[in-house]
């Protein structure tokens, strides 16, 4: 009896499914249910200090802490969207020091790269925050945006200087066939030099349909006191 009953009911089952499709509504994961998962939409980040041990938050939640000898802290796994970093000095004297926040979006595949030296004041910190955005044209050069704390910067590209930048920005095309290196430097301020690309021209070429930013805080120079 139980049989002819289970029998009736897969028949019955079976009409339903030939009349009303569940595939046409539901949105099955097919790769998910053969086991075969999905490749994730994820973001990294980057954090070296440049002087001292910092701790790294991302939304208020602390995640590391970092020194130049374990330089650079690197999460390879942030999802993509808008998050706070917040970069603090520990230790005894911490309450000493400014804080460093931003809100930057973290785009797919890709990370966010900073170097920060957190000082006694904001004039008094130093350091870069490298992140991409994309290209609205992928057809389109890439550009690189640089944005400094200061007016009247000096710029150098690989070794050459490119020119005194009288506005707090200067916007250039970019090319991923090499690693670059730029310093930034001006009368009265510490000078910075960082690199902006990875290593490999594997991953180079995974970034060509970014644009890439770069804000740069300089450091005041201390003002030497002679006593009369």
Known sequence: MKKILLGTFAIVVLVLLA???PWLRWNFDLAG???VSKPEAIAGLQVS???GEMEVFIDNSS?????PESSPYILDRVEPGEHLITLKRTGEFAESYST???LI???ENSAVVIGFNIGPDEMFSEGHVIYTTKKENSDSESKLTIGVNTKEFNLTFDGLPVEKVDSNTKVMTLDFSRQHEI???KSGYESLVFTLLPELQSDRDKLKGSDFNVDVQLMLQPVEVNNI
Do not use: H, P, Q, Y
């Not at 995640?63 to 020194?67: D, E, I, Q, R, Y």
């Open 19 to 21: 009349i009303w499709s």
């Open 33 to 35: 249910i053969f086991g």
């Open 49 to 51: 200090s440049l002087a």
């Open 63 to 67: 995640v590391a802490k970092v020194t």
């Open 100 to 102: 460093f926040n931003k």
């Open 105 to 107: 979006t973290f785009e």
């Open 183 to 185: 310093k930034i430097s």
